[in-house]
C-alpha cells in the first residue's frame, strides 16, 4: 500500500535506471581517469552518491547528465583532495583493435589514448561525452560551464588530438585552433 | 551510435568528410560500455536492494 512517506515504488524506479546506466557511468570514468580499476571505483562511488541524493533527482529529467555531473564533481574532488596531479593513465596499450578503414583513415586506439593524454581532462571529457552521443547542452549541465566553453573545449581538443596524430614529430607547437572555428 | 537518434543533429563533426578521430572516439566509448560489468557493480546494487528491503519493511 502506498502511504505518504512510502518510497518504494520511486526507490524501485531509481534502482532501474541506476543498473541500466552502469555501462555507460563506467565509460564516462573511463574517458576522465583512463586507468580501469580508477576508473570502476569512481563509477561505483558515483553509483552510491546517487543513491543517497536520489531524493534530489526530479523524475522524467535527464538522469544520464545528473548521475554524470554525480561522477564528474567526485573525480575532481578526489582529485583535489589527493592535492596531486592525477594523470590520466590510459590501459588500452595492450588492445590491438584498429577501427574499421574510414576511406583511408586508419586510427589504432592506443594511439588516440595517448593523444587523448595530452590533453587536458576538460577537452578530454568535452570530446568523449560528444561522441557518445550526448548534447552540447547536456554536456554544459554535466561539466557545469556555458555552452560556449563546451564549444570552445571541443574545437580546441579536436584540434590538439589531429595535431597529435597527425604529426607527432613536429615539436613546433602550431596554433591550429585558432584556424578552425 | 545507437544513441545518435536522440533527435538532435549530430554536432561533433561533419558526416561528410572522413573523420578518424571521431569513430575511433566512438569506438574506445563503445568498448567500455559493451564490456561486462564487473561483479562489484552487481554486489553495490544488491547492497542497494537490501537497504531498500529494510527501509520498506520498517514503513508497514
Do not use: C
Not at chain 1, 548521475?67 to 578526489?78: A, G, S
Not at chain 2, 578518424?20 to 546494487?45: C, H, T, Y
Amino acid at each position: 500500500m502506498m502511504q505518504p512517506g512510502d518510497n518504494a515504488a520511486p526507490d524501485a524506479m531509481f534502482r532501474a535506471d541506476l543498473v541500466q546506466i552502469v555501462p555507460s557511468l563506467r565509460a564516462f570514468a573511463r574517458a576522465l581517469a583512463g586507468n580501469r580499476d580508477l576508473a570502476d571505483d569512481l563509477a561505483q562511488e558515483a553509483l552510491t552518491k546517487a543513491w543517497a541524493a536520489r531524493a534530489s533527482f526530479q523524475p522524467g529529467s535527464n538522469f544520464r547528465a545528473w548521475i554524470f555531473r554525480i561522477l564528474r564533481n567526485h573525480f575532481y574532488t578526489t582529485v583535489k583532495v589527493a592535492r596531486r596531479f592525477v594523470p590520466y593513465d590510459p590501459d588500452h596499450s595492450d588492445h590491438v583493435q584498429i577501427v574499421p578503414p574510414n576511406q583511408g583513415g586508419q586510427l589504432l586506439l592506443a594511439d588516440l589514448a595517448r593523444a587523448l593524454a595530452t590533453l587536458s581532462a576538460e577537452q578530454r571529457e568535452a570530446l568523449l561525452l560528444v561522441e557518445s552521443g550526448m548534447r552540447w547542452d547536456e554536456i554544459a549541465v554535466v561539466t557545469g560551464v556555458p555552452l560556449g566553453t563546451v564549444k570552445s573545449r571541443i574545437t580546441r581538443g579536436r584540434a590538439a588530438l589531429r595535431r597529435f596524430i597527425d604529426g607527432p614529430e613536429d615539436a613546433t607547437p602550431v596554433r591550429v585552433a585558432a584556424l578552425t572555428p | 551510435m545507437a544513441r545518435e537518434k536522440q533527435g538532435s543533429p549530430r554536432q561533433g563533426s561533419s558526416s561528410n568528410t572522413p573523420d578518424p578521430i571521431g569513430s575511433a572516439l566512438r569506438k574506445m566509448w563503445a568498448d567500455v560500455e559493451n564490456e561486462q560489468v564487473p561483479d562489484q557493480f552487481l554486489d553495490l546494487l544488491d547492497a542497494i536492494d537490501a537497504k531498500r528491503n529494510s527501509a520498506s519493511q520498517g514503513d508497514e
